[in-house]
Every structure is written in structure tokens, then in C-alpha cells.
């Protein structure tokens, strides 16, 4: 069953309890494919492998300095949804940028909610491009790696979008709702339930601890980069 959890003490109650963890990949795949980037990301992990699995994001995160982001995105020529994707590459040291945010979309577009087969098979081929463009050994290093670009990449195109329409970030919401399975029955849910979670009417843009997103000052600094 899915529940919509609307009341923000409820959206924050379910963010902090670890009884209720992201939706499971629903597919396997072989190394360096879409749903071994699904599997080894921080994104859709929990218990010690999250931890695991965000400490490297937040390292690679914690080496770009945002007021940095902020005047490669002001100087950017690139339009708003590819800023985020091409600056955050630039920033990490990769090669072959063009490539990058190229084929970052085929991946975000099944990332959360995976498409049907030709859509599965695009993606594999842009994961697979971004693999080798990241030394070819599909480790948990370089899948965390694409993680973080793709997570950055339609959230913060929406910022952008928000900031070169209205000359302001405040009132944009990209991430309106995000969801949870309940591992056993609670008062909110049953074991096995979806619980889609209203982030927008919790005024939490960025979801919760532990998994707030680890990006929120270098997106803010590419928009307002932008909006420059
Ligand atoms: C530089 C741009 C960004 C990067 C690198 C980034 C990166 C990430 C990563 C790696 C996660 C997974 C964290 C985890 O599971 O522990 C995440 C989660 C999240 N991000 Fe971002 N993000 C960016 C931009 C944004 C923007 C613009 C928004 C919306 C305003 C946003 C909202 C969220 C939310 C709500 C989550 C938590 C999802 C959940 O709990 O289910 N992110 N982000």
C-alpha cells in the first residue's frame, strides 16, 4: 500500500527513524550496470553500507569549495540544466566534461523510479560511458560519484530555472515529495508500505538528517551563480 504522509511532525518523524528505509532497488545487474549503480549508491542504502556509502560523497563534496561553484556556474555559458552537471564535473577533476552531462540525464531519468526496458538499456550505456571515464573499475567510489552528479542534476537545474526566472531561489521547491518503505508495522504504516513523504509542506527542500542532502550549499551556490 502507498500512504501519503502530508502532517510535516509525521514527514520529520519517518526522516529520522530507521524502521522506515529508501525504496529498495527492484532489480539486480551486473557490475558497472544501472541497477549496480542503484545497489551501490548512498541513495537508496541503509544501516552501515549508508554510512559507508555517504561518507565518500561528503568527502568528494567537502574538496569543491561552493563560492568557487558559484563563479564557475556565473561564467558558465551552459543553459540551466546543464550548469549544475558541467561546473560539479569540472570542479571534481574529471575528463571529458561534454561526455558528462551528456549522459547524466539517461541516468537521472530512471534513477529513482526505474523506466521500462529501452529506457534501462540508455542507462546502462551512460553508466557504463561514466565508469570508463572514471578509470573502468566499477567500484563504490566511482558509483557514489555518479550518484552525486545525478543527484545534482534535475534539482538543481530547478533551482537554476527558478533563479534566472525570478532573480531568486527562495520560494523553489524541486524535490516536493520523497518515499520510504516501513520495515515492520508502526503506528504510520504497515510492514512492506511506501510512505510518500511531503518534504514541500514540511519546509524540509532537502529532506532530514541522516540523509539530508550533503549538496545543499553547492547547489545553492551554483543557482545564485547563475543568478548573477
Ligand atoms: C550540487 C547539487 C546536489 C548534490 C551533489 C546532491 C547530492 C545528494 C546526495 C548524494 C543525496 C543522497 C544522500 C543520502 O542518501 O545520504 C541527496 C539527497 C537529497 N537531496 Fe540532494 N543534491 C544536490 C542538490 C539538491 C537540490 C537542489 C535539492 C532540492 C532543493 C536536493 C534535495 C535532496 C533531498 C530532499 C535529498 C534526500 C532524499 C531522501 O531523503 O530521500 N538536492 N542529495
Redesign the pocket.
Known amino acids: 500500500m502507498e500512504i501519503f504522509v502530508e502532517c510535516p511532525d509525521d514527514v520529520r518523524a519517518v526522516?529520522a527513524d530507521p524502521r522506515f528505509i529508501?525504496v529498495p532497488p527492484d532489480r539486480s545487474g551486473p557490475q558497472g550496470s544501472m541497477a549496480w549503480l542503484r545497489s551501490a549508491v548512498?541513495?537508496f542504502?541503509h544501516g552501515t553500507d549508508?554510512v559507508r556509502r555517504?561518507a565518500i560523497?561528503e568527502a568528494d563534496?567537502a574538496a569543491i569549495d561552493p563560492a568557487a561553484l558559484a563563479t564557475a556556474a556565473a561564467r558558465s555559458s551552459r543553459p540551466a540544466d546543464e550548469v549544475?552537471v558541467a561546473v560539479?564535473a569540472e570542479a571534481l577533476g574529471m575528463p571529458d566534461v561534454d561526455t558528462v552531462v551528456a549522459e547524466v540525464p539517461a541516468i537521472a531519468a530512471g534513477y529513482l523510479m526505474p523506466g521500462g526496458a529501452a529506457a534501462e538499456h540508455a542507462a546502462d550505456c551512460a553508466v557504463a560511458a561514466l565508469v570508463k571515464l572514471l578509470g573502468g573499475t566499477p567500484d563504490e567510489r566511482v558509483a557514489?560519484r555518479i550518484?552525486?552528479l545525478v543527484?545534482?542534476y534535475a534539482?538543481?537545474a530547478?533551482?537554476v530555472r527558478a533563479a534566472v526566472e525570478h532573480g531568486s531561489i527562495v520560494d523553489?521547491?524541486?524535490?516536493r515529495t520523497?518515499?520510504r518503505v516501513a520495515t515492520v508495522d508502526t503506528e504510520l504504516a504497515g510492514a512492506g508500505d511506501t510512505l510518500v513523504l511531503d518534504?514541500a509542506a514540511a519546509g524540509?527542500?532537502?529532506?532530514?538528517e541522516?540523509?539530508?542532502?550533503?549538496?545543499?550549499a553547492?547547489?545553492v551556490a551554483?543557482a545564485e551563480g547563475v543568478a548573477r
Open positions: 526522516l529508501p548512498a541513495r542504502s549508508h555517504r560523497v563534496l549544475a560539479l557514489n550518484g552525486l543527484q545534482a534539482a538543481t530547478a533551482l523553489a521547491a524541486p524535490v520523497t518515499r518534504l524540509l527542500p532537502f529532506g532530514g541522516p540523509r539530508l542532502c550533503p549538496g545543499r553547492h547547489a551554483i
